[in-house]
């Protein structure tokens, strides 16, 4: 038996703000070829054309910023806030987040909140016995989003983290992409900039998929396109001249990677959230795209391309050649499952289902083929308020995904019947609260394993 002291040696938290990383090195196993997954890259690496629009020789300030390509307003001072927030999310807010979603969950009576002392008085709190958190407001998110000043942006995650309003949604996932500035003030100005920028792009690169050294990747791009969901309006011919665009040109844009498999399916949740804002429809995969006006269409298109291509920053290793971001993540997968749940793991072992079998296209596509597309928006809503959301509390989440179905998995005795369950996972009726619950088991997850690497080992 361990001493007292050392038990509590090993649970004592890292005061460090940055969760400690993971150093795995991983062998030359490449997972089996899958036509849904894997995109084909050009045989040569393209070169990339020159930028279309140069600064002119003795322009002023303003013309130089904006005629500079890719400007994310980097070193003003209130997109800093910004990122200064990502860092400093409140953990103490998000706990009181999980601990409620879990208390809802079991159906347990909350006991009345006593009269707190004056503040002089008041002691630290157990977790346990943390207030409920209520569910973001829509007049405090819509007050964090439309700040005349700046945008307070550290409540803005707070608050976006529990999930987003839908009427805020688009302006909000706007703000913690990075693609709007916290100033309100300045919002007209960078929109217009950065979608005129979008077109000049589409304008300059776009007729280039009739070259022989791109017509691999649009090719690609043109057969997976019709493949993707909600049919109902990815099929609409405006809604896949659309995508065809947008990941035509980021590829040619992103020539370190280009095209790949799995990153048409990034596009769709940003272009649903942003067309929202402009119809009433419940059910979005039923809307008549044609309906909508074309100058909003085009803003709609840029809006996306640039939040795609921000969020793509974080990850584009997942989609370099070989994809060694995602198998990467796929061994801390199995490392970090079989430390929460060895039952589990073993079960997977003994009747040799390889992780990369079912988990590649849980990080390829971060879960949207798992999961509907109401569930995956909601989901965004927290990876976005999440310091490194798309990739390092996504690993998490995926943990907590596999061991949801632990009782389904450990009753499969086949392998075939095992891998078939893995692929397709009932979650069709999944709503808000299956989604919530994930998060919180997934951040009790990173709450206890981020800041200690070695729980990993065993």
Known sequence: MASDGARKQFWKRSNSKVPGSIRLVYGAQHPPFDPLLHGTLPKSTPKLPPTPVKAKRGSTFQEFESNTSDAWDAGEDDDELLAMAAESLNTEVVMETAHRVLRNHSR????????????????????????????????????????????????LRKLSWSGIPK????????????????????????????????????????????????????????????RMSPEALILQPKVTEIFERILFIWAIRHPASGYVQGIND???????VFICEHIEAEDVAAVDVSRVPAEVLRDIEADTYWCMSKLLDGIQD?????????????????????????????????????????????????????????????????????PEGFSRFHLYVCAAFLVRWRKEILEERDFQELLLFLQNLPTARWDDEDVSLLLAEAYRLKFAFADAPNHYKK
């Not at 919002?187 to 005129?196: D, E, G, I, N």
């Not at 990034?266 to 649903?272: K, N, R, S």
């Not at 079989?338 to 289902?353: A, K, N, Y």
Request: aromatic content about 10%; hydrophobic content about 35%; glycine content about 2%.
């Open 108 to 155: 347990q009576q909350a006991r009345p909140a006593p009269q707190e002392p004056p503040a002089a008085e008041q002691e630290p709190k157990p977790a346990a016995e943390l207030p409920a958190l209520p569910g973001a407001d829509l007049r405090l998110v819509k007050s964090a989003s439309e700040s005349h000043t700046s945008c307070p942006a550290e409540e």
């Open 318 to 386: 997942n989609y370099t050649f070989a994809q060694p971001g995602i198998q990467t993540k796929v061994k801390m997968l199995e490392e970090l499952v079989s430390r929460i749940d060895e039952q589990v793991h073993q079960h997977l072992d003994q009747h040799e289902v390889q992780y990369l079998q079912f988990a590649f296209r849980w990080m390829n596509n971060l879960l949207m083929r798992e999961v509907p597309l109401r569930c995956t928006v909601r989901l965004w809503d927290t990876y976005q308020s999440e």
């Open 167 to 226: 009427p805020v949604r688009p302006i909000t996932w706007k703000l913690l992409s990075g693609y709007l500035p916290a100033n309100v003030d300045r919002r007209p100005a960078t929109l217009q900039r950065k979608q005129k920028e979008y077109f000049a792009f589409v304008e300059h690169y776009y007729d280039s998929r009739k070259e022989e050294a791109y017509q691999d990747t649009y090719r690609q791009i043109h057969i997976d396109i019709p």
């Open 266 to 272: 990034l596009v769709t949740p940003f272009f649903v």
